[in-house]
T-cell receptor, first 109, second 118 residues
C-alpha cells in the first residue's frame, strides 16, 4: 500500500462545477502539500498545510490530522484548471516529499 | 526574482554514457532537493541537501547516481553508465530551509531536465 493515496485518478468536469480531490496518508507528517502540474509544464506548489484549512482564490485545501486525510476543492471550475494535482507529504523529521500518484483533472467548457 | 533553473532542459544520451544535470536554486535557499518523474514510477525523491549537513541520499536508486552541492548553491546530479530505465524528467526544488531547521517550508520546483537514454 502506498504511503500517500489519492482519489480519483482521473476526473472530468463541466465548467462551473465544484471539484473535490482527496488524499489519504499513512505516515506521520510535518506538512502536506498540494501541487499542480499543467501538461508539459512545471510543478507549482498550491498549498502547504499542517492543520485546518487554507484558501487561495477558488482553491481551498483542508486537512484532518487525526484522520490523516486532506481534500483539495476547486469552486467554479474553469478549463484553465485542467492539470494534474498531486498530493505530497513531508514525513515527520525530514523534508523529503512522498508523492501521491496524482489526479488528472479535465474541465470542459 | 529568478526561480529555480535547471540545465539542460533536454538531454539525449546513449546507454552507458555518463550525464550531468545542473540545478541553480533560488538565491538564499539553503535546502535543495532532487526528484525524478517517470511514467512507470510517478514522482520519487532522490536526494536532498540542507546547509552544511550531510545530504540525505536515501532515495538514490543505485550507486550510479551521485550528487554534489558546491558552495551551498549550485548542485549537480551525475548518472554514470546510464541505462534506459534512467529515462525520466529530473526535477530540482529548493526551499528556505529543511525540517532540521525546525520548520517545513514550501518547495519551489525547477522546470526539469528530460533525460532520454537510447
Amino acid at each position: 500500500k502506498n504511503e500517500v493515496e489519492q482519489s480519483p485518478q482521473n476526473l472530468t468536469a463541466q465548467e462551473g462545477e465544484f471539484i473535490t480531490i482527496n488524499c489519504s496518508y499513512s505516515v506521520g507528517i510535518s506538512a502536506l502539500h498540494w501541487l499542480q502540474q499543467h501538461p508539459g509544464g512545471g510543478i507549482v506548489s498550491l498549498f502547504m498545510l499542517s492543520s485546518g484549512k487554507k484558501k487561495h482564490g477558488r482553491l481551498i485545501a483542508t486537512i484532518n490530522i487525526q484522520e490523516k486525510h486532506s481534500s483539495l476543492h476547486i469552486t467554479a471550475s474553469h478549463p484553465r484548471d485542467s492539470a494534474v494535482y498531486i498530493c505530497a507529504v513531508s514525513s515527520y523529521n525530514t523534508d523529503k516529499l512522498i508523492f501521491g500518484t496524482g489526479t488528472r483533472l479535465q474541465v470542459f467548457p | 526574482g529568478a526561480g529555480v533553473s535547471q540545465s539542460p532542459s533536454n538531454k539525449v544520451t546513449e546507454k552507458g554514457k555518463d550525464v550531468e544535470l545542473r540545478c541553480d536554486p533560488i538565491s538564499g535557499h539553503t535546502a535543495l532537493y532532487w526528484y525524478r518523474q517517470s511514467l512507470g514510477q510517478g514522482l520519487e525523491f532522490l536526494i536532498y541537501f540542507q546547509g552544511n549537513s550531510a545530504p540525505d541520499k536515501s532515495g538514490l536508486p543505485s550507486d550510479r547516481f551521485s550528487a554534489e552541492r558546491t558552495g551551498g548553491s549550485v548542485s549537480t546530479l551525475t548518472i554514470q553508465r546510464t541505462q534506459q530505465e534512467d529515462s525520466a524528467v529530473y526535477l530540482c526544488a529548493s526551499s528556505l530551509g529543511a525540517w532540521t531547521s525546525g520548520f517545513t517550508n514550501t518547495q519551489y520546483f525547477g522546470p526539469g531536465t528530460r533525460l532520454t537514454v537510447l
